[in-house]
C-alpha cells in the first residue's frame, strides 16, 4: 500500500527543504519507495481531522493502512526498519545508526532550531544579541564534537544510513551561515547529502508545492 504523508500547503521554508515532510521524502527516496502526499494549510493543521493524525497539529504525518505516525524521527525509523537502505543489517551498527538518529533530533538540532526561530521572531526584542550569542555558543560546542567524531570520514558510521539522514537535514538550517563553515568537514558532509540522488528528488519534490502554490 503507498503511504501518504503530509505536508505544509504554503511552506514557510518556501521549499527550500527545511520543513520537516523534507526527511520523510528523501528517506521514502532512499528506500526506492512511492507516495503520496496531501497538503493541508496552517488552518487544516489546527482541526480535529488533522489533530487526530498530529496531536500537535504539525507536519509531518505517515498514513500506510491502518497505521498513522507522526514526529519525522519516528517516520524515517519505520522506514529504515520496513525498507534497505536506511539502517544497517548488522545488529550494533543499526544500534548505531540509531543513536545517531537521536543525536541528530535531540542534542544537534534543539539550539540549531531555537536560533532559527529566535532570528525570526524575537529580532526586535532587548534580550535578541545575548540569546543569540548564547545559542550560537551552544551550537558550536555540538559541531566541534561532531566535527572531530566525522574526521575525513564521508558518513558517520561507515555506509550512509539514517543518522545522517537527519543530521544533514538538522545541518542544513546553517547553511550558508558563518557557522558551518568554521567546520569545513561539516560543511562537506552536508553538501554529501545533498549531493545524494535521493535528495535531489525529495527536494525537488518538495519545492515544486511552493513554486505551484506561489503561481496559484
Keep these: 500500500m503507498t503511504p501518504t504523508i503530509t505536508a505544509f500547503e504554503r511552506s514557510p521554508d518556501r521549499g527550500q527543504g527545511l520543513a520537516r ?17 496531501r ?13 487526530a493524525l498530529h496531536p500537535f497539529g504539525q507536519i509531518p504525518t505517515y498514513e500506510e493502512g491502518d497505521l498513522a505516525l507522526f514526529e519525522s524521527g519516528a517516520i524515517v525509523f519505520h522506514i529504515g526498519e520496513r525498507y534497505a537502505g536506511l539502517l544497517p543489517d548488522d545488529a ?29 521572531l524575537e529580532r526586535d526584542k532587548p534580550w535578541y544579541d545575548q540569546r543569540l ?15 572531530r567524531r566525522l574526521g575525513d570520514a564521508d558518513w558517520l558510521d561507515g555506509a550512509f544510513s539514517a ?3 537527519l543530521m544533514v537535514s538538522v545541518l542544513l538550517r ?7 563553515e568554521e567546520y569545513p568537514n561539516l560543511a562537506a558532509y552536508v553538501a554529501r547529502g545533498e549531493s545524494r540522488p535521493a535528495y535531489k528528488r525529495a527536494f525537488a519534490a518538495q519545492l515544486a508545492v511552493f513554486t505551484t502554490a506561489s503561481a496559484g
Excluded: C
Design 21 to 37: 515532510d523534507m526527511r520523510v521524502r528523501w528517506a521514502l527516496e532512499e528506500a526506492g519507495q512511492p507516495y503520496e502526499v
Design 39 to 51: 497538503l493541508v494549510s496552517f488552518g487544516a493543521m489546527k482541526e480535529p481531522a488533522h489533530r
Design 92 to 120: 550494533n551498527a543499526r544500534a548505531r545508526a540509531l543513536t545517531w538518529m537521536f543525536d541528530a533530533l535531540n542534542t544537534v538540532e534543539t539550539p540549531i532550531f531555537d536560533r532559527a526561530l529566535l532570528m525570526i
Design 133 to 147: 550569542a548564547a545559542l550560537e555558543d551552544s551550537i558550536r560546542k555540538r559541531l566541534i564534537g561532531l566535527s
Design 163 to 165: 543518522g545522517d539522514l
Design 174 to 180: 546553517l547553511k550558508g551561515s558563518d557557522i558551518l
